[in-house]
């Protein structure tokens, strides 16, 4: 059951299952890494996906956003993330969100096989 809770605490909160298993430098660095790209998405003005109007494109870049864990929510709550079309660095904002969701899909994914020993 342990890797299961790791997986879904280093998901809600990005490095957190690395530093739970003592792996504090590679924990603190896959969070601010995340949380950098995070910043500059909100920056550039880049909006998070919607699943309204429905099209599997957008859901799968919700899901790509879902993947911020609990900095989604925080953000979306704060009126943030909703992005300006008529900004030059719109789409590059976007990505970013984007792209720090899907990363953290893999720090998760990896604090998980380190919980389990399938990696160090």
Known sequence: MKPYLILFISWLFPGAGHIMQKKYVKGIVF???????LALGLVMEGKFYS???FHPLMVLGFLG???NGIFYFIIKLSGLGKG???????H???TYLVTAGLINYLVALN???IARGKRK
């Not at 969070?31 to 790209?37: A, S, T």
């Open 31 to 37: 969070f601010v890494g995340i949380v950098l790209l």
């Open 51 to 53: 699943t309204k109007p």
């Open 65 to 67: 956003d879902l993947g």
């Open 84 to 90: 300006n079309i008529e900004a030059v660095t719109f």
């Open 92 to 94: 590059y904002g976007t």
């Open 111 to 113: 604090a998980f096989d």
